[in-house]
């Protein structure tokens, strides 16, 4: 985590990548808390190829890079947290077809407990 003085969090996050750049190999630089709107801000370096391709399919929209490329990310996000919980449904179901309803209620509701009063580190 690096911490660095600016006018807002945008030139921060350019000022980091100007300064970190020269020293270490960074793709992604991001805010550590969300803005006024809920969003996180994220400095993106792309290589050559992959901007040329980002520049030129918002061309052909009509809109800015990192419009689509914001856009772009929070549907990946929104389809991995969909997919999160389909394979979340899927194991449920598997339970369900073996447990009763009620012993999955009651295993759910102790690992939770003893989750929120011994903390574990979680896969990601």
Same mark, same amino acid.
């Given at each position: 985590?690096?911490?660095?003085?600016?006018?807002?969090? +945008?030139?921060?996050?350019?000022?980091?990548?100007?300064?970190?750049?020269?020293?270490? !190999?960074? $793709?992604?630089? /991001?805010?550590?808390?969300?803005?006024?709107?809920? %969003?996180?801000?994220?400095?993106?370096?792309? $290589?050559? /190829?992959?901007?040329?391709?980002?520049? %030129?399919?918002? +061309?052909?929209?009509?809109?800015?890079?990192? $419009?689509?490329?914001?856009?772009?990310? /929070?549907? &990946?996000?929104?389809?991995?947290? %969909?997919?999160?919980?389909?394979?979340?449904?899927?194991?449920?179901?598997?339970?369900? &077809?073996? %447990? /009763?309803?009620?012993?999955?209620? &009651?295993?759910?509701?102790?690992?939770?407990?003893?989750?929120q009063h011994? !903390?574990?580190r979680t &896969?990601?």
């Amino acid at each position: 985590m690096a911490v660095h003085g600016a006018r807002s969090p +945008a030139s921060a996050l350019h000022a980091l990548r100007r300064w970190l750049g020269t020293r270490l !190999p960074i $793709d992604v630089l /991001t805010a550590h808390y969300p803005d006024r709107h809920g %969003q996180v801000l994220l400095n993106v370096a792309l $290589d050559h /190829t992959a901007d040329r391709a980002l520049r %030129q399919a918002a +061309a052909v929209l009509g809109q800015r890079p990192q $419009d689509l490329l914001r856009r772009r990310v /929070t549907a &990946a996000l929104a389809r991995e947290k %969909q997919e999160r919980a389909r394979r979340l449904e899927v194991r449920l179901e598997s339970l369900l &077809a073996e %447990q /009763t309803p009620e012993d999955v209620l &009651a295993c759910v509701a102790c690992l939770l407990h003893r989750h929120q009063h011994h !903390p574990t580190r979680t &896969a990601p």
